[in-house]
Structure formats: structure tokens, C-alpha cells
């Protein structure tokens, strides 16, 4: 029989919402309890999720005894702060959604849990599970005969409006590189299995949030650019954002080009941004070709329609959850995101961003 794991969840706004709705897909795991301090987030939360508890404060959730792991999906810049109380009080697994941290003086605490810390912590990094990527990312060494160069673009949609609004401003999200880019930056280092040397970045703020303001300010957030990475095995790495560009077939296009051939994964964006008037919304596609002989194969990865309904990541939040439960049950023995990989992906962002606001490349030493 299934051992039954109750998550605690501190933070239920979009993607805490998308949390929840796969754990109630899961087998033998259930959401327990729930901090959400904002009433409109803690409403919908409750809807979501009925027979969990809601709780007013993060001590009061971690008072509960019967708690099994908690997952982090609370603003960017709240991350350190309830990690290192999580810590002190009660250090269960830990599921934490990226960003890791946002500001580079973080550094050093967060990066003392690795030594400190008694129970797993598991960075999210959803882009990793999409079905199309996953099958990407399984091919792509043997297609590519060892990737020497990779790329990739994402065409999507503008950033959604937060509680407070949180994300318009860099102080909040780390900025765009880090709140929104630590994913590619991930997914760079796991294809290629190796480290970043050299960052270098352009980019602007050209269309998106600049007629609003927030109490006098206007959004200081990034909306397009351009990153190019070299890396420590001689492999380079390019990503190519762009933020008002959601009239797209396809948000992600990730492409890998090694000696023996190329390798390519197309990924929608969320089903429910799809016009209804354009029928059925993109599929994912694998698309493999070798360069002898030459003959391009194109495989569609479907997701399953009840995946699709429950997040805006093709699926990927639900397989996060199941790899996660299976560490929790003692059926792998490390998390697929270490904290040293959330640091690297958080490193590689504040450079690009550091690059784009000074026109200069800049130099990662080896950790």
C-alpha cells in the first residue's frame, strides 16, 4: 500500500495553484495545509483544495505534526527568508520553487543548507519534466553525437499580474534573467554536462508594463534579449527571450547540433491561452535530423488532457510531483535539482543581467 504524504504548501497564488491541483492528481499524497496571507489567493486556494487547512502564519503551519514535506511557492524575494525559518524550526523536504533566491547576498546562506540541512531540498525546475523536453533531453547526446551548440528561444506572453505586483520590479523577482530565465539556464548546464565560464547579454525593456505604475514607479523588468553562454567543454549556449510575442505557434524551441546530427523539442504554450477559434491547440513535437543520411523525423508528444487542465507547463508540474514522492518514499536516493544546481541557475541569470546593463561579457569563476 501507498504511504500517504501530506504537503504543506506556503504560497498559493498562480503557481501554488498549479501545485495544488496536480498534487490532487497524485497517487497517495494530498495537500494537508495551506499559508496564503492574501484572502483573494487563500479563497481560491480553499476552493481548490477543500479539505485542507488554511492556516495565518507560516509557524502555525509548521506547528502541525502531521506533515510530511512542504513545498515553497511563495514571491520570489520571500524565498530566503521562510527557508531559513523552515530550517531553524522545522526542516522537513523541501520543494522549492525557482528562483532559489534573488539577491547574490544570499549567497552564502543558502548555500550553507547544503551541509546543514538534515531532510532532501529540491529545487523546481518544471522545464526539465515537459514531455517533449524530458524527450529532448533523453536523445539528444546520442542524435547530436555530443552537442556543441544549443539554443534556446521562448516566444511567449507577457509576465501575468501577482499579488502586489510583485513580479514588475527587479528587487522582487531577482529580475527577468533570473525569475523567468533560471530555467533555460538550468536546462543549458543538463544538456550539456557542463559549467558556465562566460555570460554575455543584450536586452531592453521595449514594449511590456511601461504605461503602468505602481505607486509612482514604473516596472523595471526586462521583456526581451538575447544570452549567449560558453561553457567549460568548449560548447556554446544561446537563449533568445522575447516577452510580447504570444501570437506564436509555439512558446519554446530548443534545438541541440553536434557532429552527427540535430535535435530539436517544440512546446505550446498553456492550452488555455489557445483562441478557441483556431481549433485544437499546437501538440508538442520531437523533431530528430541526422546529417547522413539526411531524413528529418518528426515524432508529436502528446500530453494528457487532465495535465493540461491542471497547470500551464505541459504536464511537467505532475511529473515533478511523482519524482519528488518518489524520493520521499526512499525510491531514489538525491533530488534531481540539487541546491547547488538552483545556485548555478540563479549564478548564470544575475550574470546576464549584469552583462545586458553594462555591454560587457561576464567571467563565472569554478565553484
Known amino acids: 500500500m501507498t ?7 506556503i504560497g498559493c497564488g498562480m503557481m501554488g495553484q498549479e501545485h ?7 497517487e497517495g499524497a494530498r495537500t494537508h495545509a495551506i ?25 502555525a503551519l509548521l506547528a502541525l505534526p502531521d506533515l510530511d514535506c512542504l513545498l515553497v511557492a511563495s514571491p520570489n524575494h520571500c524565498h530566503v527568508t521562510q527557508v531559513l525559518q523552515i530550517a531553524e524550526t522545522r526542516p522537513l523536504p523541501l520543494l522549492i520553487e525557482k528562483p532559489l533566491f534573488t539577491d547574490p547576498a544570499d549567497v552564502e546562506a543558502m548555500m550553507a543548507l547544503r551541509d546543514s540541512y538534515p531532510a532532501p531540498i529540491w529545487v523546481a525546475m518544471e522545464y526539465r519534466y515537459m514531455p517533449p523536453i524530458a524527450a529532448f533531453l ?18 511567449r506572453f ?17 529580475g527577468t534573467f533570473v525569475e523567468k530565465c533560471c530555467h533555460f539556464f538550468d536546462l543549458m548546464r543538463l544538456a550539456l554536462g557542463a559549467e558556465p565560464v562566460r555570460v554575455m547579454a543584450s536586452a531592453a525593456q521595449s514594449v511590456n508594463h511601461l504605461d503602468e505604475r505602481y505607486k509612482g514607479e514604473v516596472p523595471d523588468i526586462l521583456d526581451n534579449g538575447y544570452v549567449i553562454v560558453d561553457f567549460d567543454n568548449g560548447a556554446r549556449a544561446m537563449l533568445e527571450l522575447c516577452m510580447f ?15 552527427a546530427g540535430k ?4 512546446v505550446p504554450g498553456p492550452s488555455r491561452f489557445w483562441p478557441v477559434h483556431l481549433g485544437a491547440p499546437p501538440v508538442p513535437k520531437l523533431i530528430v535530423s541526422p546529417r547522413a543520411p539526411k531524413g528529418p523525423v518528426t515524432t508529436e508528444i502528446p500530453v494528457c488532457r487532465d495535465l493540461l487542465d491542471a497547470g500551464d507547463h505541459n504536464g511537467s508540474t505532475f511529473y515533478q510531483h511523482q519524482a519528488f514522492l518518489q524520493l520521499l518514499r526512499g525510491e531514489r536516493d538525491r533530488p534531481d535539482v540539487s541546491l547547488l544546481d538552483g545556485w548555478m541557475a540563479v549564478r548564470m541569470g544575475h550574470a546576464a543581467q549584469r552583462s545586458a546593463a553594462c ?9
Open 359 to 367: 555591454g560587457e561579457p561576464v567571467l563565472l569563476e569554478p565553484v
Open 3 to 9: 504511504r500517504q504524504i501530506n504537503y504543506g504548501i
Open 138 to 155: 533523453g536523445q539528444a547526446k546520442a542524435v547530436t553525437g555530443g552537442i556543441r551548440m544549443l539554443t534556446l528561444r521562448e516566444h
Open 20 to 26: 495544488l491541483r496536480n498534487i490532487a492528481l497524485l
Open 245 to 259: 510575442a504570444e501570437g506564436a505557434t509555439y512558446q519554446e524551441e530548443i534545438s541541440a547540433v553536434g557532429p
Open 35 to 59: 499559508f496564503e496571507p492574501d484572502a483573494g489567493m487563500a479563497e481560491i486556494a480553499g476552493q481548490i483544495a477543500p479539505e485542507a487547512l488554511l492556516v495565518p502564519s507560516l509557524d
Open 263 to 266: 535535435i530539436e523539442a517544440l
Open 158 to 174: 507577457p509576465f501575468l499580474q501577482k499579488v502586489g505586483n510583485w513580479n514588475r520590479f527587479n528587487r522582487n523577482s531577482g
